[in-house]
């Protein structure tokens, strides 16, 4: 039972995964300067994620669309990362935003919050 429900989710996951690809139109333009200093700006960023995670689709679909290159990190099972994020974060649930600013190291949690503070950073 336990198998068909994350089978279920997964598939389901993917075609959101899917139907984002198809939508997902077009990235934020910016000069080649205004990216340059965009992308040493996200250096400070990493999202910790699930690929077929629909909260993960909404962030990922908003880092596209904002046109910010922010690594990410798998936490799924068997992921070195996922360790990361529990030490680091507390908890394994994502999306997680990892944010670096003057030494100091915030773990953000919630999509809503995530997309919220890159769109107040860099829309
Ligand atoms: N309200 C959260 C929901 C996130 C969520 O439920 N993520 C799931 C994966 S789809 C998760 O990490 N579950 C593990 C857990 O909560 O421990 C958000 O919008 O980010």
């Excluded at 205004?34 to 690929?51: I, M, R």
Aim: charged share 30%.
């Amino acid at each position: 039972m336990k198998l068909l429900i994350k089978l279920i989710r997964n598939l389901l996951g993917g075609i959101i995964v899917l139907l984002d690809l198809i939508t997902r139109g077009a990235k934020k333009k910016r000069s080649p300067e205004q990216q340059k200093v965009v992308n040493e700006q996200v250096k400070d960023l990493t999202l910790y994620h699930f690929t077929a995670c629909p909260f993960c689709t909404k962030t990922r679909r908003a880092m596209y669309k904002l046109n910010l290159p922010i690594e990410k990190r798998s936490a799924s099972q068997g992921s070195p990362y996922r360790q990361e994020l529990e030490v680091g974060g507390g908890r394994v649930k994502v999306p997680c935003l990892r944010i670096e600013k003057d030494g100091q190291v915030e773990w953000m949690y919630e999509s809503n919050d995530i997309i919220r503070y890159l769109e107040q950073r860099f829309a």
